[in-house]
């Protein structure tokens, strides 16, 4: 949906928004990839670290992922650095924004909040230092040259890349096209993880039921999402 320019919940967060032109859209392009040109296979209901185990072992040509996967897929499944790269997501309006929590305990003195604050300041948002030390992570024998995170832009982003680049542990051209090509991220919507459950059902329906009837499994959810909207 995001790819597409749609939305999963309205602007006002109280409203399923996927039952329109843009989510039939997506459920027929499912529908054609399942049913019509078999791209999605026929093995269905898979749960996260089935594709990652499947591309690993080159029974899977591509699946949507974030670049992390390719560390996971690595380290803990035998795959090789070389034989993965990376392209942006097709439709390339928006994508699904990602990132970490980091918790300061409460009741702690001033002092340890702006000591936290400071570390991860020079931790995260630093460049060349903590995280984006690449010389000194390759050194650590950590990955090196996956095109994530890059908060930078201008002159930061050139020295970043060129660091990242020279310390690789990977071919970082293999992702040239997905950091050439930048999506803006977007949120997930509110009660995110119920409304997935429920979209669950829609994408299921489609992957397993050539027969499927698209509008009534859009309808059904968008009843249900806004039930779960209205609870909040």
Same mark, same amino acid.
């Given at each position: 949906?995001y ?18 032109a ?44 974030? &670049? /992390?996967? *390719?560390?996971?897929? =690595?380290?803990? #499944?035998g795959? +090789?650095?070389e034989?993965? @790269?990376? !392209? ?14 980091y ?6 003195? &001033? /002092?340890? *909040?702006?000591?936290? =604050?400071a570390? #991860?300041?020079? +931790?995260?948002?630093?460049? @060349?230092? !903590? ?20 908060l ?8 970043d ?7 690789a ?61 209205a609870?909040?």
């Open positions: 949906m790819s597409l320019g749609g939305d999963v919940v309205d602007t006002s967060g109280k409203k399923a928004a996927f039952n329109d843009v989510g039939k859209q997506v459920a027929q392009n499912l529908h054609a990839m399942r049913w019509e040109d078999d791209s999605m296979g026929k093995t269905q209901l898979l749960k996260w670290g089935d594709l990652q185990k499947q591309i690993a072992t080159d029974k899977l040509g591509m699946f949507l992922a974030a &670049p /992390d996967d *390719v560390t996971y897929m =690595v380290q803990q #499944l795959a +090789k650095y034989n993965f @790269g990376m !392209g942006p997501i097709p439709g390339g309006k928006n994508t699904l924004a990602g990132g970490n929590n918790m300061i305990k409460k009741g702690i003195s &001033p /002092d340890k *909040v702006k000591a936290a =604050v570390w #991860l300041n020079f +931790k995260f948002t630093t460049v @060349g230092k !903590g995280h984006y030390d690449w010389q000194r992570a390759k050194a650590d024998g950590l990955p090196v040259g996956l095109p994530q995170p890059n930078w832009l201008n002159e930061s982003k050139a020295k890349d060129a660091a990242r680049k020279q310390y542990t990977m071919p970082v051209e293999n992702f040239k096209a997905f950091m050439d090509n930048p999506v803006p991220g977007k949120a997930e919507p509110p009660k995110a993880q119920e409304i997935y459950k429920v979209l669950d059902n829609v994408m299921s329906g489609i992957l397993t039921n050539k027969d499927a009837d698209i509008d009534k499994l859009l309808s059904t959810a968008e009843t249900q999402v806004n039930q779960v909207l609870t909040q």
